[in-house]
């Protein structure tokens, strides 16, 4: 090419590229940061938090050999977006805690080759949740879902509606590979002991557990059915005599016959509870679930009974008996942040959802409406699910799901909703953590 033309071309450039001052001197401009998230001197930032991001108000690249900083460490994961955005990647962020990060002078520059000539300095607190002391094993947990969240997801099954891993040995038996969770309910605890039912018989549950595989429990509470007959018990709300009229807001009313058997119940359910613990048995725990769907008994009168009852639980199961094994989830409906019990509460925020089409597809949408609920400052699952989202989808999009698990029977084993062949897909994927790759946390 011509030299002469190069210059030629180059002269022209700075000139659509530069602005004319009042003096009639060509001035360039540096780059100016718009916005940045998290925003300066912002407070209670989540530790989940993956990135920064910085939005200039123009095109912009960095020097080569730069140096950015975060309290004092040099920072390598650092992305120019495609158009005027910075993204940086955080290193594992600690609660409660001080970050500042250094963009020194002169490191970043826009498409006229004019650098900002200032430091960028961007301060931000880490949100420090409430105090909770968890046993060795819960504690093992929760560092390990910490760990991972927003880089796997945890396969997941649900028993065979109450004490057994039917689901999760039929997978295995598709695919090779167990789910890394598997989830028991109470459900049936007004039968126990019995010659079928026996939660005391806690065999299935440690064996499970003897093998690095995490244990989840819920609970469909049963109570009194409106039938008057004694040995008939429901957990759904209505009318019918397969039903319950059972008032949840009675939690209010120590003297009345509700509260009476809620605490009885919630005894019974420590004491199994406690067996678990004596054998070292950590537990996710999700009582009281999609309570704001209003189906079931305990949520039924509203968001102020079902909080009252959950605070009790909570206390009673922690400081009354004890169980420092448990991790709480709280399972939203996605629009009921009037029902969240509170952060010193809940250790982790669950969604439960049922797709009616595309049933493989992201659910990003779902998943930041509970994490706008919780301010991004909990873990959030997948606690339930009909069609599991594809784990790709997951990563590209967003909404990464700490676990996953679809409900028991034709949820699982149906090619309509996950099915054989979706499932051997599912569990080869290099996002998905299976039984075989958890770690000991004994």
Known sequence: MNHRFVILFLFL????????????????????????????NETDVSIYTKEIVLIFNENITLKRGYEITLNGVTLSDVNPGVKNDLRIILPELQEGTIYTLIIPAYTIKGPTGAFIPAEIKLIFTTYKSPARTFSVEAQKVMDFLKQIYGIGTISGTMANINWNTDEADWVYAQTGKYPA??????????????????????????NWWQSNGLVAAMWHW?????????DQYAFYYGSKSDQTLFDVSKISDENSEEYRLMIKDIDIISGYLNILKSKGIPVIWRPL??????????????????????????????????????????????????????????????????????????????????????LGRKMIALTECGG????????????TWLWFMPWYGSYTRDDSLNGADYWRTVMNNSHVITRDQMPDLK
């Open 181 to 206: 969770l598997n989830c028991f309910d109470f459900i049936h605890h007004v039968f126990s002991p019995s010659n079928w039912i026996d939660y005391s018989n806690i065999s299935a549950v440690e």
């Open 388 to 399: 599991i989202p594809d784990p790709d989808l997951m990563f590209q999009k967003g909404d």
């Open 289 to 374: 679930h999609e309570a704001a769907g209003a189906w079931f008994w305990w949520g039924a009168k509203g968001a102020a009974p079902f909080k009252s009852l959950w605070r009790l639980m909570f206390e009673r199961m922690t400081n009354y008996h004890r169980l420092d094994n448990l991790i709480w989830v709280w399972t939203s409906e996605g629009n009921d942040p009037d029902w969240y019990p509170g952060d010193e509460y809940v250790d982790i925020v669950g969604r439960d959802l049922y797709q009616k089409t595309h049933i493989h597809d992201s659910q990003l949408t779902e998943f930041n409406k509970v994490k706008a609920i919780v």
């Open 13 to 40: 450039l700075s000139l659509f590229s530069c602005k004319k001052s009042g003096s009639g001197i060509i001035e360039t401009f540096s780059p100016e940061l718009i916005s940045s998230a998290p925003t300066n």
């Open 222 to 230: 049963n109570v009194p059915a409106n039938s008057g007959i004694s």
